[in-house]
């Protein structure tokens, strides 16, 4: 089976500038994460959907961050405007809905930012 | 509000050794699965043994086991036989009841030729 595709994979932008994230899950996977991973550091959960709806997003700055999940399989995280301490690798995961707490979390190839 | 725990920011061992990551994790919720994710250069978070909290045995994938001490809310990983392929960051990971995967702060694992 396919495994969860994510686009771009690097990206390089100027502070102030807004910046977009694709991500493509299984095939059938109803809940999707993104999560940022610093440098050095453990992913932090932004944000999590169950379909197309917010389960958590407690997390995500949302001042500067949105992200949507239209139709329940697609989802796009964007940035604007971008700091410099947004510079990380942004990653997404996706998983079924059936008895969600053993099935483990499939994971994207991630897109690293870099903000100048 | 769960948290994980990894004490071992590095580690580092020779080929052929055995190897342990350890973990702790604080929650209230009683039924929940521990997980241990392997992230090599790539970048590619892939599952390496996953644990049931009501399960009492520990869980075994080949080379890779775990000691799951549900009371002192410990679960670590055992690497036996270290191959150079290993090498990567490993993370312990939480998942209960609100679905919510949390991460610790990860442990950098070097095999040495």
């Known amino acids: 089976e396919a495994g969860v595709a994510q686009s771009p994979r690097y990206k390089i932008i100027e502070k102030r500038q807004s910046v977009a994230f694709w991500c493509n899950p299984i095939s059938g996977h109803a809940t999707l994460y993104w999560y940022q991973q610093i440098l050095g550091q453990g992913p932090k959960l932004l944000i999590q959907?169950?379909?197309?709806?917010?389960?958590?997003d407690s997390q995500l700055p949302k001042d500067r961050f949105s992200a949507e999940r239209l139709k329940g399989v697609d989802s796009t995280l964007k940035i604007q405007p971008a700091k410099l301490e947004d510079s990380a690798v942004y990653l997404c995961?996706?998983?079924?809905?059936?008895?969600?707490?053993?099935?483990?979390?499939?994971f994207g190839q991630g897109t690293r930012l870099t903000v100048v | 509000a769960q948290t994980v725990t990894q004490s071992q920011p590095e580690m580092s061992v020779q080929e052929a050794e055995t190897v342990t990551l350890s973990c702790t994790y604080d929650?209230?919720?009683?039924?929940?699965?521990l997980f241990w994710y392997k992230q090599p250069p790539s970048r590619q978070m892939i599952l390496v043994i996953r644990q049931e909290a009501y399960k009492q045995q520990n869980a075994t994938e080949n080379r890779f086991s775990v000691n799951f001490q549900k009371a002192a809310k410990s679960f670590s990983l055992k690497i036996s036989d270290s191959q150079l392929g290993d090498t990567a960051m490993y993370f312990c990971?939480?998942?209960?009841?609100?679905?919510?995967?949390?991460f610790g702060q990860g442990t950098r694992l070097t095999i040495n030729p």
């Open positions: 959907f169950q379909n197309n709806g917010v389960v958590d």
């Open positions: 929650t209230s919720e009683n039924n929940y699965y």
């Open positions: 995961a996706s998983s079924t809905h059936r008895d969600m707490r053993n099935t483990e979390a499939f």
């Open positions: 990971a939480y998942r209960g009841g609100a679905q919510k995967l949390v």
